[in-house]
C-alpha cells in the first residue's frame, strides 16, 4: 500500500472508531427502515385447475362446459363475474385487506402439456423450445448470492429453479436433520481427502466444495434458528409444516433471500372435485397461518409470495368428472404493499378459446419474474431472465 492509500485508510478508520454510536444508528437504519426483502415460491405440483380457484360464477359457458364439474355452492363471490372456491375462505381477508393480486391468464407461447417439460421451462424461464440447464432462482444466486443458504427448499431434492450455473441454493425439508448429518464421523472423514493433490474443478474437486458448502450452510442454518414456540396454530400436514418452517427461518432473521416450497397431487384427469377442494384448502389454510405468524412477528411487510401451477386445465371437463392438461392459468401474489391487489386483469374469453380448448395466455410467466426481481429483489433482471420482458405493474 503506498503512502496515500495508507493515510487515506488510517483516517478512515480512525474517524470510524471514534464515532460507534453513528456507526450503530447506521445499521439500525439498514436493519430496521430499509428492511431484507425475501421472496417464497409455492408451487402447486400436477397442474392446478384455475376455471375452478377462481370461479367464473355469472358466466353461463363455464357451467356448460362443466355440467358435473362447475363449482355451484358456497362460491366466495369476489366481484359479479369472478370468485373463489369454497376452500379459498381463509384468503378472503387478503383479498379485503389488499393483500393480495391474482393475475390470470399466465403463460407462455406455444404452450407444453407435459408436466415435467412445462415445469422445467416454468423453472428455468426459457421458450416452449429452449432447453436451459439451470433455473431463473440459481441464476440470481449466481449474481446475488454469497452462500447456499441463501436460497432454501424446503424439500430433500433441489429443484432445477434453484440450480445456477456456477452456484446452487441448498434442500432440507429438517434442518436439524441435515445439521445431525453433516456432523456424521463419515462425512468428516471424507471432506479430510479435500486437499488432495490430485483433485481439481475438472474432477472430485467440485464435489468436495459442494460438500464442504453443504456442510458450512447446516451449521449456519442450525447455529442461527431461534428455536421458540410458534404463537400461531399451523394444520397438520407437510404443507403447512414447510411453511411454519419458512417463517421460523424468516424469523430468526436468516441471510436467506429465496425459500421453495410445493404442494403436489393437483393432476385431476377423474373425480376432480374432492381432491382439488382438500388441496386447496391445505394451501389456503397453510397460507393463512403463515401470513399471521409474518406478521405478528413483523416480517410480512419484506415478504412476498407467489404461488404458480406448471399449467391450468382444460375448459371443458373429461368424461371421468376431470379435466385434461390445459395452458394459461391464474397466478397469486401476496404482500403488503402491492400496487394493484384484487384482479390484476379479467379472466381470458370462454368463447374464444384456442385449438385446443385452452384459455389463450395474456400475461407471460416471464413478465411476473421480472417483475419481482425488478420491483422487490431490486435487481435487474437481464442474465437471469433469457428473454426481456414487460414490467407488469402488481408491485
Not at 470510524?16 to 409455492?42: C, D, H, M, T
Not at 431461534?226 to 430468526?252: D, E
Not at 391464474?330 to 391487489?341: E, S
Not at 417483475?371 to 422487490?376: A, D, G, M, P
Request: charged share 20%; net charge positive.
Amino acid at each position: 500500500m503506498d503512502r496515500r492509500k495508507f493515510i487515506k485508510n488510517s483516517a478512515l478508520a480512525s474517524s470510524l472508531f471514534f464515532v460507534p454510536n453513528f456507526v450503530k444508528a447506521f445499521e439500525s437504519i439498514a436493519s430496521e427502515r430499509l428492511g431484507y426483502k425475501r421472496l417464497v415460491i409455492i408451487q402447486l405440483g400436477g397442474g392446478n385447475d384455475g376455471l375452478n380457484t377462481i370461479i367464473p360464477h355469472n358466466n353461463d359457458l363455464y357451467y356448460k362446459a362443466r355440467p358435473k364439474l362447475a363449482i355451484t355452492k358456497n362460491i366466495i363471490k369476489l366481484n359479479d363475474d369472478l370468485g373463489f372456491h369454497p376452500s379459498l375462505g381463509p384468503l378472503r381477508a387478503l383479498y379485503d385487506n389488499g393483500e393480495l393480486s391474482i393475475i390470470n391468464n399466465v403463460g407462455y407461447p406455444n404452450p407444453v402439456r407435459s408436466h415435467f417439460r412445462s415445469m422445467d421451462i416454468w423453472q428455468t424461464a426459457s421458450n416452449s423450445d429452449q432447453y436451459l440447464q439451470s433455473g431463473w432462482l440459481g441464476r440470481f444466486l449466481d449474481q446475488h448470492g454469497k452462500k447456499p443458504y441463501n436460497a432454501i427448499e424446503m424439500d430433500e431434492q433441489l429443484s432445477l429453479a434453484m440450480k445456477g450455473e456456477h452456484f446452487n441454493g441448498i434442500a432440507t425439508n429438517d434442518y436439524k436433520v441435515l445439521y445431525n448429518t453433516s456432523k456424521d464421523p463419515y462425512f468428516k472423514k471424507v471432506l479430510d481427502h479435500y486437499n488432495d493433490a490430485h483433485l481439481s474443478e475438472h474432477n472430485l474437486g467440485y464435489l468436495y466444495q459442494t460438500m464442504i458448502e453443504a456442510k458450512s450452510s447446516a451449521n449456519y442454518i442450525f447455529e442461527n434458528t431461534k428455536v421458540q414456540a410458534s404463537q400461531t396454530t399451523y394444520p397438520q400436514n407437510r404443507f403447512a409444516k414447510q411453511l411454519k418452517n419458512v417463517s421460523q427461518f424468516i424469523n430468526s432473521d436468516l441471510d436467506t433471500k429465496v425459500f421453495y416450497t410445493s404442494l403436489n397431487g393437483f393432476d385431476t384427469h377423474a373425480n376432480q372435485n374432492n381432491r382439488q377442494t382438500k388441496l386447496l384448502s391445505q394451501y389456503a389454510d397453510g397460507v393463512a397461518a403463515f401470513v399471521e405468524d409474518l406478521k405478528s412477528n413483523g416480517t410480512f411487510k419484506d415478504t412476498l409470495l407467489l404461488t404458480f401451477s406448471e399449467f391450468g386445465r382444460r375448459v371443458k371437463q373429461n368424461a371421468a368428472n376431470g379435466t385434461d392438461h390445459g395452458s394459461a392459468n391464474n397466478v397469486f401474489v401476496i404482500g403488503k404493499n402491492l400496487k394493484q391487489a384484487g384482479f390484476y386483469n379479467n379472466l381470458s374469453s370462454l368463447s374464444d378459446l384456442d385449438k385446443n380448448g385452452d384459455l389463450k395466455y395474456s400475461v407471460d410467466f416471464r413478465s411476473v419474474y421480472a417483475t419481482i426481481l425488478s420491483q422487490w429483489m431490486d435487481v435487474t433482471s437481464e442474465g437471469i431472465i433469457p428473454s426481456k420482458q414487460k414490467l407488469l405493474k402488481f408491485i
